[in-house]
């Protein structure tokens, strides 16, 4: 009995179960049925809302429905309308934050070797391309504004260059501004004779042939001081004796024999009457004060210039003109400088040699033993040693301002670059 009792319970208990599934299962089957249909009306008001501009239809309550115990139970809709919307809104923005990677702003620089322009404003530095604003210095692109040296550029004409500088004026060469190789023009050095000229300026001797355009020897008819004339066309070794007025440099260039403060000038005929003419100006018979001849040493005088020594002992009761000597401050006797040079203060015990700067004659005047053709003592140019023809030289290390002199057959600007003193056709004899 019990038995037959427990076996009914199961067998009521497996039916109770089985009608609460399908009632269930029919309770869904409504609920599902429900929510499709009410989704489609909703999505109809959507719509309709969109379209008479209204508020969101978009539902934002979930749905409560009663289960087949009683029980309510919370079914979410699948898919909320507006969550499609952010979810293409998040997509969109993808696409946003994609073509921001992509796109370089307008003022970046891109230097990758196989990048393409993708902007109108993009500059972009690859092998192929040239940027407008960029400067390339690139053996096979020029630059306006640069120079661009590579080594397989090259100037196409140095004289170009020193054309704008005036000329190198020790290059060897005939450019720039220059008449001839490296003189005339711009150039310090002039040119000498025979030499190509624009006009007298770029000859030494200041005369410019203006047939042939070369520079002419100096000669005493060309109406140019030059060469040894002490003025124009008189005086020196070579041209008539200058007359008064002119300038000397000694009583030699002028023709009355008076070289008077540089100046030829006549003797006046009382220094010559062997009469001390006092109211004359004479210190002594036929010399000093207006007369030509300078009073000897011992001899009356008023002032150095008196005296041949060019001291005068002027505090003595009787001035008379002094000797004479290598200490007495006085540029006088054969001198070179004040107390120095010349045959006698050379030749004392302790020779008073003339320092650098100080008048000389020859080169033993000087302690430095160079004496310039400017005739001040000083030290020998540097390229009178280079073994090259260079300076002033008119040949290799000899002439202009060498110290050595050039020997027979060397070239020659005049007789003082020879050491024989004589210059013919500009080759030493």
């Not at 042939?209 to 520079?215: H, L």
């Not at 015990?349 to 000389?360: E, F, R």
């Not at 430095?368 to 001040?376: D, G, H, I, R």
Request: hydrophobic share 25%; proline share 5%; aromatic share 0%.
């Amino acid at each position: 009995m019990k038995r037959m009792s427990m076996k009914r319970i199961l067998t009521l208990s497996t039916l109770v179960a089985a009608a609460a599934m399908f009632s269930i299962g029919c309770s869904a089957l409504l609920d599902v049925d429900s929510l499709q249909e009410g989704g489609e009306k909703k999505d109809k008001g959507a719509e309709a809302g969109q379209k008479d501009g209204g508020a969101d239809a978009t539902p934002d309550k979930e749905v409560v429905k009663p289960d087949a115990k009683g029980d309510q139970k919370i079914v979410k809709p699948d898919a909320k309308p507006d969550q499609k919307i952010v979810k293409d809104m998040a997509v969109d923005q993808k696409i946003v934050k994609d073509v921001a990677i992509d796109q370089k702003l307008p003022d970046q620089k891109v230097t990758t070797p196989d990048q393409k322009v993708t902007t109108p404003d993009q500059k972009v530095t690859t092998p192929d391309q040239a940027v407008a604003d960029q400067k390339v210095t690139t053996p096979d692109q020029a630059v306006v504004d640069q120079q661009v040296i590579t080594p397989d550029m090259a100037i196409v004409d140095q004289s170009v260059v020193d054309q704008a500088v005036g000329g190198n004026c020790s290059d060897g060469k005939k450019n720039g501004t220059e008449t001839d190789i490296d003189c005339g023009g711009s150039c310090t050095q002039k040119c000498n004779d025979g030499a190509g000229c624009a006009g007298g300026t770029d000859c030494a001797s200041g005369v410019c042939n203006g047939t042939s355009k070369t520079c002419d020897a100096p000669n005493c008819s060309d109406s140019v001081k030059n060469g040894d004339e002490s003025d124009v066309d008189c005086g020196g070794p070579a041209c008539a004796k200058c007359p008064d007025a002119k300038t000397c440099n000694g009583d030699g260039d002028c023709a009355n024999n008076w070289c008077k403060s540089s100046v030829c000038s006549t003797n006046p005929t009382h220094c010559a009457n062997t009469t001390l003419d006092t109211a004359s100006g004479e210190t002594d018979v036929d010399c000093g004060g207006p007369c030509k001849d300078k009073c000897a040493d011992a001899k009356g005088c008023a002032k150095n210039d008196d005296c041949q020594s060019t001291l005068c002992d002027i505090g003595a009761t009787t001035p008379t003109c002094k000797a004479p000597t290598c200490t007495d401050s006085v540029k006088n006797g054969d001198e070179t400088d004040v107390d120095c040079g010349g045959p006698t203060c050379t030749a004392l015990t302790i020779p008073n040699l003339c320092a650098s700067g100080k008048g000389c004659q020859s080169h033993t005047d000087c302690s430095t033993t160079y004496c310039s053709p400017n005739m001040l003592c000083g030290t020998e140019p540097a390229h009178c040693s280079d073994t090259t023809k260079s300076g002033d030289e008119s040949d290799v290390n000899c002439g202009g301002s060498c110290k050595t002199k050039c020997a027979k057959g060397k070239a020659c600007n005049g007789p003082p670059d020879c050491a024989s003193d004589s210059c013919s056709s500009s080759v030493c004899d």
